[in-house]
């Protein structure tokens, strides 16, 4: 039961993340076209990924998987929002947070020494790698900016 539960945490990240990233998308689509919202998809489908692999190994371990992030995906949602009328770089800084944040979460599951060898697997060579990749581009994007 307990590694369900670590699973569900990651899975709704990872839909607050694709919910996140598509009102980035949006944001970016209508103010500035396409630009910067080409950047955005390959990250933005990098989370659906994510969030397909924890879904199968949710079921895999006798779960049923969360198909909505719940209240934290509100809570991106409100902030992403703020961000928004703020500008591109907030929205940037934002979902740069938002990565970190991720990651953080991944590295502290890796902590559990009772945590099963294919969930350690998915997180150290898919999962955490992409993540940490997310924050480098985004590092990109907003240099770019200054």
């Known amino acids: 039961m307990h590694h369900i539960e670590q699973i569900e945490k990651l899975l709704k990240n990872e839909l607050s993340a694709t919910e996140t990233y598509l009102q980035a998308l949006d944001k970016f689509k209508e103010d500035v076209g396409l630009g910067e919202a080409g950047h955005l998809i390959p990250i933005y489908e990098d989370h659906k990924d994510a969030v397909s692999s924890?879904?199968?190994?949710?079921?895999?371990?006798?779960?049923?998987?969360?198909e909505d992030s719940?209240?934290?995906?509100?809570?991106?949602?409100?902030?992403?929002?703020?961000?928004?009328?703020?500008?591109?770089?907030?929205?940037?800084?934002?979902?740069?947070?938002?990565?970190?944040?991720?990651?953080?979460?991944?590295?502290?599951?890796?902590?559990?020494?009772?945590?099963?060898?294919?969930?350690?697997?998915?997180?150290?060579?898919?999962?955490?790698?992409?993540?940490?990749?997310?924050?480098?581009?985004?590092?990109?994007?907003?240099a770019a900016e200054a």
């Open 54 to 66: 924890l879904q199968a190994l949710a079921i895999r371990l006798g779960g049923t998987p969360a």
């Open 70 to 142: 719940g209240a934290w995906g509100i809570w991106a949602k409100i902030i992403l929002g703020g961000a928004n009328m703020l500008g591109k770089e907030s929205v940037l800084r934002t979902l740069q947070e938002g990565e970190k944040n991720g990651a953080e979460d991944y590295k502290q599951a890796l902590e559990d020494t009772e945590l099963l060898a294919d969930i350690r697997a998915l997180i150290e060579t898919q999962l955490l790698p992409v993540q940490q990749g997310h924050i480098n581009a985004l590092e990109r994007l907003l």
